[in-house]
């Protein structure tokens, strides 16, 4: 087993990367409570991956920050198909980390802040 911990923008890459070439959706363990064997014990039974809410005990023992959550995958998945779509998801430019702000608008002040030629 492959076990990641990272915060949500970093789980959509690997969400993207398992979507990439078939389509299949990755589901969410939500049991919250000894998530981390949860996780595991489910990517090993199905051989899929799966993103989990670390536990209390993971957070307060294991130091798992607020924002992380863990994204759980067999290894040969990664070997196999993971890292490679990764890379073509981010060449790609629509899965990337950081995910850049959407910059190509024109910005404009609110009509209430806006000053017009009677105002003056």
Do not use: W
């Not at 363990?29 to 799966?50: H, L, N, Q, Y």
């Not at 899965?95 to 702000?101: F, K, R």
């Amino acid at each position: 087993m492959v076990v990641v911990y990272g915060n949500p923008a970093q789980m959509m890459r690997f969400i993207h990367a398992n979507a990439y070439d078939t389509g299949e959706k990755t589901t969410a363990d939500t049991v919250a409570e000894g998530a981390m064997c949860s996780a595991i014990g489910f990517a090993k039974g199905t051989g899929k991956p799966t993103v989990g809410f670390p536990c209390a005990g993971d957070r307060i023992f294991g130091g798992t920050q607020h924002h992380e959550l863990v994204y759980a995958a067999p290894y040969a998945l990664f070997r196999d198909k993971l890292v490679d779509n990764l890379e073509f998801t981010a060449k790609g430019g629509f899965s990337v980390y950081p995910v850049p702000p959407y910059m190509a608008f024109t910005p404009e002040m609110p009509p209430a802040y806006s000053i017009k030629s009677e105002d003056l």
